[in-house]
């Protein structure tokens, strides 16, 4: 496990290659699969909960759509409730389909909003994809033909959702800990 020491002045660094490091690289280390632990200098906390979620808020803003609205959503919704509840929303095809809408339409918007769709050919391109869906749902297919078709429209397999289940795992972890560190009265400096 690599270790990340974060001092006062909020600056991070990696004991492992005795180097400053920025939160980009802790999420590329993390991508790579490496397991990371960032602890405060000072006092040896544990900050790796908020130092992920760091990660993820600017991640968010840079990308501007990184995690799913139905995602965040979620994760809000549950707030203290176990994350088990969001997994199994996450999990349900027909939600899954709806997230797949979603997502198709908000690409066709961001392209309208750029100037690199038109407003109607947008619209058309949208109903055509949103209508393929709805036919799709109206009719009774085997599970190869499920499987390929959500394969083309770019849906999780079940492999994808159990490592976003964990991934959700973890971050309840990092979500409580930030919980139970919030509620711990500040130490005097």
Sequence with gaps: MIIIKRYPNRKLYDTSVKRYITLDGISDLIREGKEVQVLDHNTGEDLTAITLTQI??????????????????????????????????????????????????????????????????????????????GRFLARVISEEDLEKYLEIRGVPTKKDLQTLATQLDNLAVALEELQTSADKPPESL
Excluded: C, W, Y
């Design 56 to 133: 993820i808020f600017e991640q968010e803003k840079k990308n501007a759509g990184f995690l799913p609205r139905a995602v965040l959503t979620g994760l809000v919704k549950a707030g203290g409730e176990t994350i088990s509840t969001l997994r199994r929303t996450l999990a349900s095809p027909l939600d899954m389909l709806n997230q797949v809408d979603e997502e198709i339409e908000r690409r066709i918007q961001h392209l309208v909003r750029h100037g690199e769709l038109a407003e109607e050919e947008g619209s058309r391109v949208l109903d055509k994809l949103v209508a393929q869906s």
